[in-house]
């Protein structure tokens, strides 16, 4: 039925609700999961000069902030039951809903597994939740679990 399912996370609480259900779904279809970690870009390397941040700091710092997103994310596959599933650890920086859709595309997946939160700040009512907004543009089956 599935054979590659992407379970993208900010590793919010509500977020990594969605590795133990992409656990789940990758047992029954024994299927490969892959959990993907999204953050936008912190600094852009114009913006570093003019401001005078060591690039060697920045890179020290984003470092660190890598692996513990793998941490984190390593745990909940653990907590959830998946260590023995085959998976991978992605991390991407960018603009969520596009890095999320590009990686599903990229690597094939036929399945994105996410939770949402619904619509919690104003430019959600406008814009939409991110989970409606790629639910538009994504060419790839989306399961879409509410939390909260």
Do not use: W
Not at 81 to 91: A, D, F, K, R, Y
């Amino acid at each position: 039925m599935f054979t590659k399912i992407l379970c993208p996370t900010d590793l919010s609480e509500a977020s990594l609700l969605s590795i133990a259900k992409g656990v789940e779904l990758a047992q029954l279809c024994k299927a490969e999961l892959i959990l993907l970690n999204v953050r936008p870009e912190f600094m852009s390397k114009e913006a570093m000069i003019m401001s005078r941040v060591s690039a060697y700091d920045i890179h020290e710092h984003e470092r660190d902030i890598a692996l513990a997103a793998k941490a984190i994310m390593a745990e909940e596959l653990r907590r959830a039951g998946g260590v023995g599933l085959p998976h991978q650890m992605i991390l991407r920086e960018g603009e969520p809903h596009d890095e999320i859709l590009e990686t599903a595309e990229r690597l094939g997946c036929d399945l994105i597994v996410l939770t949402t939160t619904g619509r919690n700040h104003l430019i959600e009512y406008i814009k939409g939740s991110d989970a409606e907004q790629m639910l538009s543009k994504s060419h790839v089956p989306m399961l879409i679990f509410p939390v909260g």
